[in-house]
């Protein structure tokens, strides 16, 4: 190639690429009018079952810490639903706690005792409502057997 056809070839590659053809524009305007509102509701349901995973996760340990606890011999009841709901609180859930018997002290060493921990998925979405499991309940429970002195 000589140096003038060179020179014809860059000029005309260079008036294509600054002279966008309008069509193609608007082309890209439709295409992402239709892409991005599903993206935006993907992102937001990635969003929504991560928080869930984790509050599930946090339910499995509290339960897990509330039965432990139970299982001494000089437990109560109320320290151990006082317990499970302070590590709740600490990490922003509300939930409910319930023991399996009622009242430890009834419960003989050996026994099991059972902790369940229970949270709405909409009172603990970062989104308020939560988009894919409104109206589930989230529920963790540990059993263990009570421990003699």
């Not at 000589?2 to 890209?28: D, H, I």
């Not at 509290?62 to 139970?70: K, L, M, P, T």
């Not at 319930?98 to 603990?124: E, R």
């Not at 970062?126 to 529920?139: A, D, Y």
């Amino acid at each position: 190639m000589n140096r003038n056809s060179t020179q014809r070839l860059l000029r005309s590659n260079s008036n294509s690429f600054s002279k966008r053809n309008p069509v193609k524009k608007g082309a890209a305007l439709v295409e992402f009018a239709l892409v991005a509102p599903l993206l935006v509701l993907f992102t937001m349901g990635l969003i929504d079952i991560g928080r869930m995973t984790m509050v599930k996760q946090l339910l499995i340990n509290a339960s897990r810490e509330g039965a432990r606890s139970a299982t001494l011999p000089n437990a109560t009841s109320e320290k151990i639903v006082s317990q499970v709901e302070q590590m709740l609180t600490n990490s922003g859930v509300t939930g409910s706690v319930t023991l399996s018997p009622d009242q430890l002290t009834a419960a003989s060493p050996g026994s099991t005792i059972k902790v369940t921990v229970s949270a709405t998925a909409n009172s603990v979405s970062w989104m308020g409502t939560s988009l894919f499991m409104s109206g589930k309940m989230l529920t963790a429970s540990t059993s263990m057997r009570r421990e003699s002195l």
